[in-house]
């Protein structure tokens, strides 16, 4: 009878390799679309690279396991370490990052606008450099963002009790201190007296609106802030769980040594 601890690696990992082949196939599909964007086919090498670490990773601990490779079970268990590290660190740095930061209220309106200062100064240099803010503007542009307050066609009342997302709040529209005349959702007439720089970036055309504005980076890191905190929660969990497989494997490495030690299997044998 096998070890249950070699048992339960199997399983896990036969189920891990199984979730590895549409990831893997997921990601593989994006790069290879002819009408894809920049964006989906930027997305697309994070996601190939995760399902092929999975997918070693997995076979690593059911060969390991199962036919008792120790070579290969030593292989998946520092993989796993290494995992575990990785996680702890993205989590905690996650937090860290993302403790500041919060969009204000214009006046009584529902909608909510948000300022770049007031976010951790790591978020505020990526997207202040030239070459990232490039390629999150594309993709901006790509996902057109801003359609679907296009298409509301909604009056001013209406349009300020809308609940827009951050991206849509900051590159959508400009800032209410510029003090523009309201014509629809994307398109504001008439001149500013305010200083903020925003308002002369500011233009009417579907592909500049605000997407050069301070307040649509800060729309950007609002929105990448919410994110990872969910992320981070996800991962307190994500990580005792490994913690669990990587203590079970542990225990399954143990087992491999003891039976090569012994020269052999020995039937009836538990961890």
């Known amino acids: 009878m096998v070890r249950l601890s070699n048992t339960m690696i199997g399983v896990l990992n036969a189920i891990t ?4 082949v549409p990831i893997l196939a997921g990601g593989i599909w994006l790069r290879q679309r002819a009408d894809g964007t920049e964006c989906e086919r930027y997305l697309a090498a994070p996601i190939i690279a995760v399902g092929v670490f999975l997918m070693l990773v997995s076979i690593a601990g059911l060969v390991g396991a199962c036919c008792r490779v120790t070579c290969l079970l030593w292989f998946y268990l520092v993989a796993m370490f290494l995992l575990i590290v990785v996680l702890l660190g993205f989590t905690v740095f996650a937090f860290v990052v993302t403790n500041k930061g919060a969009g204000d209220a214009v006046s009584d309106r529902g909608i909510r606008e948000y300022r770049l200062g007031d976010y951790s100064n790591w978020l505020q240099k990526r997207v202040e450099s030239t ?3 490039n390629k999150i503007k594309g993709c901006l542009a790509d996902s057109k963002v801003c359609r679907s307050l296009e298409d509301k066609q909604d009056t001013l009342s209406r349009f300020l009790r809308n609940d827009v997302s951050p991206i849509q709040s900051g590159c959508c529209k400009p800032p209410a201190s510029c003090g523009f005349t309201f014509s629809n959702s994307t398109q504001w007439t008439g001149a500013s007296n305010s200083t903020d720089p925003d ?3 500011w233009g009417n ?3 500049t609106l605000c997407y050069g504005c301070q307040s649509c980076k800060a729309g950007v890191v609002a929105t990448v802030r919410r994110d990872w905190k969910r992320i981070a929660i996800l991962n307190i969990i994500f990580l005792i769980f490994i913690i669990i497989v990587y203590s079970v494997g542990c225990c399954a490495f143990r087992n491999n040594r003891r039976d090569h030690r012994n020269g052999g299997y020995k ?5």
């Open 131 to 133: 070459k990232n803010w």
């Open 17 to 20: 390799f199984l979730l590895s």
């Open 199 to 201: 308002c002369a970036t």
């Open 205 to 207: 055309d579907a592909a």
């Open 267 to 271: 039937q009836g044998a538990y961890a």
